[in-house]
Every structure is written in C-alpha cells, then in structure tokens.
C-alpha cells in the first residue's frame, strides 16, 4: 500500500524558514514527486516539483528563488526548503508522487498524496 507522510509543517513568522520532509513508501515513483499547497478558501496549486525521476525541478512563479525541492530517489524521500516566508505562503502543504510520466506541475499528473501538513506564517 503507498503512503506518502509529510511532516515540519509548523508557525513560523515571516522571513523565517522551514523543512517540509514527505517519506513515500509501498512503491518506486520512478517519475515526478511535488508538492502542491491549498489556503484557506482557495484552491490547491502547484508549488514545486522534481521531475524525470529527479533529473529535473519545476517551480511556481511566487516560489521562485525562495523555495528549493530536493530529492532522494533511493530513499523515496523529497524535501521542500522554504526560506524568506511571507504570510500568503500559509497553507496546507501537500506532498504527492507518480509513477507515470507527465507534467509535474499538474494536480492530474500524480497518483498518490499524502495528508497534508500545515504551514502557517505569521505578520
């Protein structure tokens, strides 16, 4: 059974940062692991992703020189540093993983998700 658990969610004031880890375990996700988040009230979007098995990194605009994705394909594991945090960056920040080929940075390219962990920035 795949399970996808997140974990260093937490508060954190603005300009802080944090370390979103996600383990995926029960298959190899040979192709794209990302994270996606959702506020309050809105919809979930795309974040960042790792692509092509890990070979590559896919970004949102408003993410772009403040989050870094890594990864440890042996380990099923990916990370998400989040530095320079700003309050609009609060949400539940979920962690996904695919086994099939396709464009990472699409909610429709992943099979598999994990619960979800909560980022909150405070002002």
């Known amino acids: 059974q795949v399970q996808l658990v997140e974990s260093g969610g937490g508060l954190v004031q603005a300009g802080g940062s944090l370390r979103l880890s996600c383990a995926a375990s029960?298959?190899?996700?040979?192709?794209?692991m990302g994270w996606f988040r959702q506020a309050p009230g809105k919809e979930r979007e795309f974040v960042a992703a790792?692509?092509?098995?890990?070979?590559?990194?896919l970004y949102a605009d408003f993410v772009k020189g403040r989050f870094t994705i890594s990864r440890d394909s042996a380990k099923n594991l990916v990370y998400l540093q989040m530095n320079s945090l700003k309050p609009e960056d609060t949400a539940v920040y979920y962690c996904?993983?695919?086994?099939?080929?396709?464009?990472?940075?699409?909610?429709?390219?992943?099979?598999?998700w994990g619960q979800g962990t909560q980022v909150t920035v405070s002002s």
């Open positions: 790792s692509t092509w098995g890990g070979t590559s990194t």
């Open positions: 996904a993983a695919s086994t099939l080929a396709g464009d990472g940075s699409h909610e429709g390219s992943y099979e598999y």
């Open positions: 029960g298959g190899t996700f040979s192709s794209s």
